[in-house]
């Protein structure tokens, strides 16, 4: 006989909404309600800017990222300028392109990457 195993889950519930102002003078908010956390950033080139420059360093990035989310029972939704661009963490269904990736728990669409892509060739950094 074995010992079930533990559930490794420590749900929260989070509130409140931050303000935060980066060194380009872009406002990025970040809202948070329940188990519901809202990122907005104004333009891509600020998002671009939030993490890694390598791909690899990104994506190990994001995977870690989403593998705390789940643990604490949180999803995150992210805006760019106003349109959803990515949402991952617990709850969230994996999209194709996810999948693709290897990264579980993640609404990511390929408008989102090619998006993203243009932002950076046209040197909106």
Known sequence: ?????????????????????????????LLADGHQLFLAVPRWAELDRLGP???MARRRALVDTI???RTLGLAMTIDVAGRR????GDGVKTTL???????R????RFSTVVNALKARASGSR
Do not use: E
């Not at 006989?1 to 990025?28: E, F, I, N, Q, W």
């Open 67 to 69: 593998r705390h989310l």
């Open 97 to 103: 392109l996810a999948r693709m990736l290897g990264i």
């Open 1 to 29: 006989m074995t010992a079930p195993k533990p559930d490794t889950r420590l749900p929260v519930s989070v509130h409140g909404d931050l303000r935060v102002d980066s060194p380009s003078g872009a406002t990025l908010r």
């Open 105 to 108: 728990s993640a609404d990511l």
């Open 53 to 55: 420059q390598s791909m």
């Open 85 to 88: 661009v990515l949402g991952i």
